[in-house]
């Protein structure tokens, strides 16, 4: 169930006794723009790290405990050309607890508490909590080169996409924005971010609606009309494939692929395109897992992924630098295999069973299903549920598969190469 | 078939062990779509050492060998198991630990013949030549992504100090080399000492109905015939009783960004292996999080010094035949990390953090945690097979942390925390040009 609490604020309620929990999401949402990427970034860690009622790390830690163990956090990430920061707190359901804590309406006041009395003081971000977190950050920022396989993603992802583009920037941010933000221009950029957000709230629970309702109302938010964000990110084709090669002192060297796809999220051949994708490197019997690993001995990972709010379609493994030539040849062949169609019956009607399987599993976790409601919410016209989902996947045909391969184009090729040290 | 009620939890478990020895729980879960399986032998990278079934000189094996068994279960004479699984919509996979190898699967349909499917393969061993020896470059693959991992590497170098003879030191999957020497018969020999049905157990939860699901796995068991089992004997190396082996230090250079540090303590007493153990290790759970968790005045004085970070955690493993606690982050200075986290766990019976009301606050917040890990089919599954307490399983818990009192807390903790036993491992960024 939805409600407009106000013009750009909604509730979504989905009331469900299957769990043990109950999970609140508030998202905002805003176009991803490189320069605020950074700033919400760190609002993330500063809000996540202490508020006017709890202002260390352990009175918050001690309000956490005392709501039984709930757990909280905010964090930013993109999706397509969306900027989201999502505040979660999941809470245990009272039924299980003794006497009564009304966890629930406690856990929402907590929020608002956190949301709308941060630590902060004449127009500025406490200076002791905003410095500590913007170092944290820089750190962190500094040490992802240290996860090869995230590391080789990212870069993956800057030869890919246009230079001047907003998918440059990582849904985190970068450092050198790091290095232009203040308490004061950080807290301005809150206010900013409070008044035109698109704001979205979900609840997923054993839920009473009349319970729920006024606690959100009566949060200080004011009308505001939705911001323009075009979700998809389109660019257009590179006439030859962009390649790039970088040596580390590592012993496994990565090797990442991009290539571009015409299709998007629950659009017209979406479908089709979840089952090449499953086909060509999504799940264990796919033809790169059964060709780069399996057959070949070359990887212990090698799969495929698509990202349907950018178009994109990414192959990721892990190999010996000497075997680089005939990893991409195997993985050539096998997108290839697709195009024309040789590829075994068993392979789609498994990579089917997987997919539905796969849809129906995540109605076990209230992660996804706050998610799902989510997305809902940014597609409206998209119509997602088991059933259509299930029919969807069981109509596509051999010859389907074909041709969606036949729209996958490579644009870059990235290799982490390691040399002996 | 016994049936166990659990009326706070809201729950009903289903157990048997079977004329062949496999010890069987079935737990289902109202509303869930999904049903998830694990099958667990209580062989890992840690029993390299044993006497094989229906022999009496105990043998050494490759390291690595329990991984690389898990790894080759999967073919089968006639076909892959992934297959079979993904004929029927479900998703496989397996997994190797220090003591235990679990093969899973999930799915929302066709439940018979994946559980069928499962206990199948994992009963029906088949290892070539050629089999093994194309699997050597995948598993070497997979030891080479870890290498290059910088917490990997931290977590074993602290084992490594603690353990300079246990094979718990060792990786699970062996090594690039050791890998090389494994053959069929060895497969063959290690297989049929420790995946005999009396030294297993098949956990099920989820969707499921619990006559007909017994049904299903008695008749698969009844129609197949396994050798008669002896318990098993394993051989561990002597370890000093008073930790005085421990290396106490060491530090290994690595192109990393940050310093990494990380504090071990071996615990020199075994857990006793009934309710007791589950009550000590939650004792213990509880004395780390009022000194070291995020409510602690300890963890705010530490992090607002920036000596410690979000990446900031300790784990405590209790295990067969070897228990530890570590404490590791990341930290601009290791030393000055390691020197803070020594000098809590020094000062600790005097510790202004040990109080009853910081001891209500940890214990109502583990007692959340807790319930929060009920809505996963999955942590179940692995927290209820990883609990080696006997009939104290996962479902004890709550009535546990209910009665523990401060004084327990602190009696359990001067049994097991011994300050000879600690010890320190750092990884410090080496110079290098790829930053």
């Given at each position: 169930m939805r409600k407009t609490l106000a013009d750009g604020i909604y509730l979504n309620l989905i009331p469900t006794k299957q769990f043990k929990t109950i999970r609140v999401v508030i998202r905002f949402i805003a176009p991803l723009e490189r320069a605020t990427a950074t700033q919400r970034s760190l609002l993330a860690s500063i809000l996540e790290a202490n508020?006017?009622?709890?202002?260390t790390q352990a009175d918050l830690a001690a309000k956490l405990q005392e709501m039984y163990g709930a757990s909280f956090n905010i964090g930013a990430f993109k999706e397509g050309n969306a900027h989201i920061l999502s505040v979660e707190l999941n809470l245990v359901n009272d039924?299980?607890?003794?006497?009564?804590?009304h966890l629930l309406k406690t856990g929402i006041d907590f929020l608002r508490r956190i949301l709308f009395h941060p630590h902060a003081l004449e127009g500025a971000f406490d200076a002791t909590t905003f410095n500590r977190e913007r170092d944290n950050m820089a750190n962190y920022l500094r040490s992802i080169v240290d996860d090869k396989q995230s590391y080789a993603a990212i870069q993956l992802d800057k030869l890919y996409f246009?230079?001047?583009?907003?998918?440059?920037?990582?849904?985190?941010?970068s450092l050198d924005d790091l290095a232009q933000i203040d308490p004061a221009s950080l807290w301005d950029y809150y206010q900013h971010l409070l008044a035109h957000d698109r704001i979205e709230i979900s609840v997923l629970g054993d839920i009473d609606e009349a319970e729920v309702v006024p606690d959100f109302a009566a949060f200080p938010l004011e009308a505001r009309p939705l911001p323009?964000?075009?979700l998809f990110y389109q660019q257009p084709l590179v006439p030859d494939v962009q390649e790039q090669t970088k040596k580390q002192e590592i012993v496994q060297s990565k090797l990442d692929l991009a290539y571009q796809i015409e299709d998007y999220f629950y659009g017209p051949h979406y479908y089709e395109l979840l089952v090449t994708n499953g086909m060509f490197?999504?799940?264990?019997?796919?033809l790169l897992f059964a060709n780069?690993?399996?057959?070949?001995?070359?990887?212990?990972y090698a799969s495929s992924n698509i990202d349907a709010f950018r178009g994109l379609m990414t192959v990721q493994c892990g190999i010996d630098a000497q075997n680089k030539e005939q990893v991409l040849a195997i993985i050539k062949d096998q997108l290839h295999d697709l195009q024309t169609g040789h590829f075994a019956a068993a392979l789609l009607q498994q990579t089917q069973a997987d997919l539905i399987n796969h849809y129906n599993s995540a109605l076990d976790s209230p992660r996804y299903l706050t998610s799902q409601a989510f997305y809902k919410t940014l597609v409206p016209e998209a119509v997602i549920d088991a059933h259509t989902f299930e029919k969807g996947i069981l109509q596509v045909t051999a010859q389907q598969v074909q041709e969606r391969a036949q729209t996958i184009r490579l644009q870059a090729i990235y290799f982490l190469e390691g040399e002996a040290n | 078939m016994e049936k166990q009620i659990y009326a706070r939890l809201g729950e009903t478990l289903y157990s048997e062990t079977l004329a062949n020895g496999l010890q069987v729980h079935l737990l289902p879960r109202k509303g869930y779509h999904k049903t998830y399986a694990m099958f667990t032998t209580h062989?890992?990278?840690?029993?390299?050492e044993f006497v094989p079934i229906g022999t009496d000189k105990p043998v050494h094996v490759p390291d690595g060998i329990a991984h690389f068994l898990e790894h080759k279960m999967f073919d089968q004479k006639d076909h892959d198991v992934f297959e079979t699984f993904g004929k029927y919509g479900a998703d496989s996979n397996a997994f190797t630990s220090y003591t235990r190898t679990s093969y899973l699967f999930s799915c929302t349909d066709h439940v018979k013949q994946n559980l069928e499917t499962l206990l199948d393969f994992v009963q029906e061993p088949y290892f070539t030549e050629q089999s093994v020896n194309k699997e050597k470059g995948i598993i070497a693959q997979e030891i080479q992504m870890y290498e290059d991992d910088p917490n990997w590497q931290l977590f074993s170098g602290i084992l490594a100090n603690l353990y300079?003879?246990?094979?718990?030191?060792?990786?699970?999957?062996?090594?690039v080399d050791s890998i090389q020497a494994i053959t069929p018969d060895e497969l063959y020999t290690a297989y049929n000492t420790f995946y005999n049905p009396s030294n297993m157990d098949l956990f099920v939860t989820g969707k499921l109905v619990p006559d007909e699901m017994m049904g299903w796995i008695r008749a698969n068991q009844e129609a197949k015939e396994f050798p008669q089992a002896a318990p098993i004997q394993r051989f561990y190396p002597t370890e000093a009783e008073d930790g005085s082996?421990?290396?106490p230090y060491r530090v290994l250079e690595m192109s990393v960004q940050r310093p990494k540090s990380i504090v071990g303590l071996k615990g020199l007493h075994r857990f006793p292996e009934d309710e007791n153990g589950l009550k000590d290790e939650l004792a213990l759970n509880l004395l780390f999080q009022m000194l070291?968790?995020?409510?602690s005045k300890n963890y705010t004085r530490l992090y607002d010094a920036g000596t410690?970070?979000?990446s900031f955690g300790y784990e405590i493993d209790v295990d067969r035949s070897f228990n530890f606690a570590t404490i590791s982050g990341d930290a601009n200075n290791a030393q000055e990390f390691s020197d803070a986290i020594i000098d809590i766990l020094e000062h600790y019976p005097d510790?202004?953090?040990?109080?009853n009301s910081h001891l209500q606050h940890v214990e109502r917040g583990t007692i959340g945690k807790y319930l929060q890990s009920w809505n996963s089919l999955e942590a179940v599954a692995n927290q209820f097979t990883d609990t080696n307490f006997g009939d104290a399983?996962?479902?004890?818990v709550l009535p546990i942390l209910d009665s523990l009192t401060l004084d327990d807390i602190k009696h359990t903790a001067a049994h097991y925390i011994?300050?000879?036993a600690l010890s320190v491992f750092h990884i410090l960024p080496k110079d290098t040009t790829t930053a």
């Open positions: 508020s006017a009622d709890y202002p039924r299980y607890l003794h006497g009564e804590p246009d230079a001047d583009s907003d998918q440059q920037v990582t849904g985190y941010g323009d964000v075009k490197g999504g799940n264990p019997l796919s780069v690993r399996e057959k070949a001995s070359l990887a212990y | 062989y890992g990278s840690i029993d390299n300079p003879q246990h094979p718990v030191r060792l990786d699970i999957a062996g090594t082996d421990i290396l070291f968790g995020s409510s410690i970070d979000d510790s202004p953090e040990l109080t399983n996962l479902f004890e011994d300050l000879d």
